[in-house]
């Protein structure tokens, strides 16, 4: 396969990963174990995406079997993960801010 087909290929599989969430795609932590989720698509049919700190990701599902390369559930899930924590960041940064400089709680009711 040229190269160039592989990065259509890619930019395709990128593009899928960016419809996920609209079309219903939900992911859960498996348990305790670090970095590993369940994946559902809309069907309810489940993979199991694992993330490691010092390999590359790995799927379930038959694109991952065949290429053993991103596939769309790793991209989307990652993307979800990234989005997660970065809202999560603002949420502590803003908060802490506001107790800095005011010593006022701006939510007391959560
Ligand atoms: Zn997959």
Redesign the pocket.
């Known amino acids: 396969m040229s190269n160039l087909n592989d990065a259509r290929e890619e930019a395709n599989r990128y593009a899928k990963a960016r419809q996920m969430t609209e079309q219903g795609y939900t992911a859960r932590p498996v348990g305790e174990v670090e970095g590993t989720y369940f994946?559902q698509n809309p069907k309810g049919d489940l993979?199991i995406?694992m993330f490691f700190d010092n390999a590359p990701a790995r799927?379930?599902?038959p694109?991952?079997k065949e290429r053993e390369r991103d596939?769309?559930?790793?991209m989307w899930l990652r993307s979800e993960l990234e989005t997660a924590a970065q809202l999560a960041q603002y949420e502590a940064e803003y908060g802490a801010c506001e107790l800095e400089s005011t010593g006022i709680d701006p939510y007391p009711q959560y």
């Open positions: 994946v993979y995406v799927c379930q599902c694109d991952w596939c769309k559930h790793i």
